[in-house]
């Protein structure tokens, strides 16, 4: 989330003591808050909105949804490349709002015209499809919004960060102080979008349902836009990524180089630029993927020029480059255990919401909880947990212990990898309840009340915490300085590795189910007609396999020499204060 500061008086501490702070980020939230109000009104509701609106059936339903977030999840990585090599932030936040804008009023556009969605189908079986006209302007639409929601999510924070001088100690707190107000708006915003917005689309219109948010998304435009004079705006300095595809060339380029020879070797190894200094630490030399040290060998002084920089710098790079490559490497591991977290914890968005709409959703005579107010749980779950941690666990340790304990990296994953086993199994058992009630009464919607849901629902929130959470903290925390904003678009990554994941694993179970004939496990309008449990199993049996790789094998790349710099560093600056 870092950039360095430029030499000129553009981006000069003078320039950020004129502008930016509080007063121009009060612009950024407001954009930031109308931008998520908007947006989670469209995603809470999206498979709802298709499988009632457009006739599709639960898979293809599921499919669409799950293309669309592996995209709205893996263009921040594209982004965040742009934003800091050629674009900047304030025209990424811009043309990202520009698009999210688009695509609501396309969506807006098919809700409201008729003839651009299929005729309504009360019962959800042998229904009209839509026809190619049809879906193109959904897919339009759900095009513009993933372009729109993959360029503002690496940015709008990134940006709001840039406001504030991190280098002292009052910059700091009111970063610190903006994040925390960033969460809170965002969960306002999140509760307007699945309760009044939500249920406005749901019984009400779902025309007018998505014009609110279409124009929420034009008001933070120009909600932005009105504090442009005062935002302070870094230059784009370049992207990390060409840095480490230089240490892989390098080192590819050096094969032939005897690392067991290291006390003859040479290493390029410059101290950091000192417009570096206030932004980069400097990273000792580690043990782990020795290969890759190859890229910052000397083999022959003609490499170096007068100064003491490499001639080509795609044959021969820093130690520090090297350094911030394996860190990313040390990560990676981890990382490859929280993705099938992901897989568990999508499916509260995608099946549970159908679940949802086949039980039984009323409450007293009159009232009908609409599906998509079931995203609540999950969000209430997360509120309540980090509240009795942070309020009752860490005060009561610190009376046991005179110092706060809170539970490690390691520790939190695999506590979300057991709730995400746990959470799959409940799903399908719950499935089996509400399946074997709508049989036995002959009905589509099951007489399960909806509130068998809950405890799935709420699992999913607790992945989000065990496994989410600490999955961010490791990619901003334990990269260098100058990963953070690839940090985290790479947890959005994760999250569109997941969602391709679910998609592979329904086109195997649909495949399997047309070659072994018998009740299909998944496919058709009807879930009654499925056995989504054993979809649910399948999954949880992923989980447990993924539980053995982390405790065999991932966990023990949170010892490795860069984490464990990390927390020295860390027990230094406690012991001195």
Known sequence: MNENLSSDSQDSFSTKKKKGGWKSVKYILGNETLEKLASMSLIANLIVYMHTQYNMETTFSVEVFNIWSGFTNFLPL?????????????????FGSIASFLGMAFMSLGSGVPSLRPPTCSTLS???????????????????????SGSLRPCNIAFGADQFD?????GRAQLESFCNWWYFLFTVALLIALTIVVYIQTNISWFLGF?????????????????????VKLKPKGSILSDLLKVVIAAIRKHHVDMKKDSELTFHDPPLASTEEDVHVKLAHTNRFRFFDKAAVITNQSEIDSNGKPIDNWRLCSLQQVEEL??????LPIWLAGIICFLSMGQANSFGILQALQTNKLIGKHFNIPPAWMGLVPMIALSLW??????????WTMKKTLKGKRLSI????IIGIIFSIACMVVSGLVEVRRRNDALKNETFESPTTIWWLVPQFALSGLIEVFAAIPMMELLTSYWPESMKTLGGAVFFLSLSIASSLN????????AMNMRNGGAPWLGGNDLNKNRLEYYYYTIAALGGLNLLYFLFFARFFLCSEVLKRKSKSEAKDEESS
């Open 78 to 94: 594209i982004a965040a490349y742009m934003a800091d090599a050629y674009i900047g932030k304030f025209k990424m936040v811009i």
């Open 126 to 148: 042998d229904c009209v499809k839509p026809t190619d006209t049809q879906l193109a302007i959904l897919y339009v639409a759900l095009g513009f919004f993933a372009i729109g």
């Open 166 to 170: 991190t280098k002292t100690e009052k």
């Open 211 to 231: 014009i609110i948010p279409t124009v929420c998304f034009a008001f933070s435009l120009l909600v932005f836009l009105f504090g442009q004079s005062m935002y």
């Open 326 to 331: 394996k860190s990313i490497l040390n990560t």
């Open 386 to 395: 980090i509240l009795l941690y942070e309020k009752f666990y860490v005060p």
């Open 410 to 413: 390691e520790q939190r994953f």
């Open 503 to 510: 998609n592979i694993l329904i086109k195997i179970i649909v």
